[in-house]
């Protein structure tokens, strides 16, 4: 029955909005299209008499009480689409294919007006959608793309008001939560989606897409917000033209001297974690990039995949280089000294390939013990892994075992992290060995990430590999003197803190004391734990 109706509210939809009313719009678009391509100079000059004054022209002093009113798209990022936005939620959020065919409806985006442009693309971003899956994308995802993109003079204005206020056309989901938590909005007023049970429809509720000037008329009343911002299209114009003061926020002007780029240091909250696989802002001239890509980086990916485990290392490192894998190395390999026991190599930790790489690197069999690795990812590695229990004492004893075999790798944060931080490191490791060689690996991509919180680990290497040139550079550091180990006085963790120091300084990073728990409950929801079957099927059976 809810089935049967939701396709009655779409197929009148259909019916009523796109086939009585989008061909008579289409038509005029069309035709001014065609009118402003013949005179050119008339749009030209339209588009340099602006009503409201540049966002650059905004005074900060005295602003401390003034209440803002804005939307995120045209008045707070760089550049007006929200295309971008809704691809992330399609990709991340669904799959490649609802990625597809989102990328698949431009041309006919193009064509509809706004208000159809922005519904049909709710309907293919949203349509079957989990609210869970959205929930994810929009704390995990979206917030990095959205501070990469802040306009800096936008921001500053906003960082010097008292209150503020968004109003914006797009779905209330995709942005209430990175305007309260990042920019302390205090309200948030954008068009809801219809949902049955935990899914969207894909259809906009029955209050309709938000009318910017008139949802902030109907929220205020009589009384103006005192600053407007807003892009330079007409429907921003009606909006900010409600406000006492209204600025047009523009894209660089390369003559002006100005810059609107929001450089990191200036972020309103650090950002350490996030998610997704997309490692780039997928405009459609992006996407379709990466689709035509995608045929390549999955033969690229398991050609450089089998060239890692069955070829030998020097043959394997050519190769590797040969298919667009950037390897940079510096450092050697450390002397040895007359103890029995192997070295402890210990490293930052960028993906799950670390340990490949720097055994690669030097040439050399290394053993590595991780973390909640799953099955396909033990069984793919070219090298030996050994998982560990989160056990203290039985950990160590494992450790010790595992060193006076050979050489053993190590990364002490735990888990990954894609941005300039190191986490806190466990102090375990140095209660082991004597013989501790920091390395500092750092990891660069142009277009997958090759790490996840919340999405299947076994992809991880196959989606770092599939990259057009995936980068590595690796830094093995000097042995740490005696006297800065355990055995030289000093307390396990003032070796750990003293070796993620190290690291960091050589990275140019940040350190932190932040943990493995503290990202996946952030990112996923969850300790990030991964049990296997055997271990699940022991559990059932002692709570039964």
């Not at 959020?93 to 007006?113: H, M």
């Amino acid at each position: 029955m809810v089935f049967q109706m939701v396709l009655l509210k779409l197929a009148d939809w259909i019916l009523y909005q796109l086939l009585a009313n989008s061909c008579y719009r289409a038509a005029r678009k069309m035709r001014s299209y065609g009118f402003f391509l013949k005179n050119q100079s008339l749009k030209s000059s339209q588009q340099q008499a602006p009503s409201f004054p540049n966002v650059f022209m905004c005074g900060l002093e005295n602003r401390g009480s003034d209440i803002l009113a804005c939307d995120i798209h045209g008045g707070l990022l760089r550049t007006e689409s929200f295309f971008p936005y809704f691809m992330l939620v399609a990709f991340e959020g669904g799959s490649i294919l609802r990625a597809f065919l989102l990328l698949l409806s431009c041309p006919i985006l193009w064509v509809l007006d706004y208000e159809l442009k922005l519904r049909a693309m709710i309907f293919i971003t949203f349509c079957g959608l989990r609210l869970k899956d959205m929930e994810n994308v929009s704390r995990a995802v979206l917030p990095k793309f959205y501070l990469e993109n802040l306009h800096l003079k936008a921001f500053e204005v906003l960082a010097s008001t008292g209150s503020r206020f968004a109003f914006t056309s797009v779905p209330r989901v995709m942005v209430e939560g990175f305007l309260k938590e990042y920019l302390l909005f205090d309200n948030v007023t954008g068009t809801e989606l219809h949902t049955v049970g935990h899914y969207f429809t894909g259809l906009v509720s029955d209050s309709g897409l938000v009318l910017k000037h008139r949802a902030l008329k109907d929220y205020f009343g009589d009384n103006k917000p005192d600053i407007g911002l807003g892009s330079s299209s007409l429907h921003d114009h009606l909006f900010i033209s409600l406000c006492k003061e209204a600025y047009v926020v523009s894209r660089d002007d390369g003559n002006s001297g100005t810059s609107s780029v929001m450089p990191r240091d200036k972020y309103p909250k650090p950002l350490v974690f996030h998610d997704g696989r997309l490692a780039f802002l997928p405009t459609p001239l992006a996407t379709l990039s990466m689709f035509m890509w995608l045929p390549i980086g999955v033969f690229l990916a398991f050609f450089r995949l089998f060239v890692g485990i069955h070829l030998p290392y020097k043959l394997a490192l050519c190769l590797g280089i040969w298919s667009g894998v950037d390897l940079r190395v510096k450092g050697c390999t450390p002397s040895r000294s007359g103890h029995r026991k192997g070295i402890l190599y210990v490293c930052t930790h960028r993906t799950l390939l670390d340990p490949v790489f720097l055994s690669t690197s030097l040439g050399q069999p290394l053993t590595a013990v991780t973390y909640s690795l799953s099955r396909m990812s033990e069984l793919i590695a070219p090298i030996r892994t050994v998982r560990l229990t989160r056990e203290r004492k039985q950990d160590g004893r494992t450790m010790q075992r595992l060193l006076s075999e050979g050489d053993l790798v190590v990364c002490p944060e735990g888990t990954t992290c894609r941005e300039p931080y190191l986490l806190r490191f466990s102090s375990l490791f140095a209660e082991l060995a004597n013989e501790i060689v920091p390395v500092a690996m750092n990891t660069r991509v142009s277009m997958f990430y090759g790490t996840t919180a919340s999405g299947l680990k076994c992809l991880d290497p196959i989606f770092f590999l599939m990259n057009p040139r995936p980068s590595y550079h690796i830094q093995i550091l000097e042995k740490l003197p005696r006297e800065l180990t355990c055995a030289g006085g000093r307390s396990s963790c003032e070796v750990a803190n003293y070796i993620q120091r190290k690291l960091a300084d050589t990275l140019g990073f940040e350190c932190t004391t932040l943990t493995r728990k503290d990202k996946y409950m952030m990112l996923a929801g969850n300790e990030g734990i991964v049990q296997d079957k055997r271990e699940k099927s022991q559990s059932n059976h002692v709570s039964n």
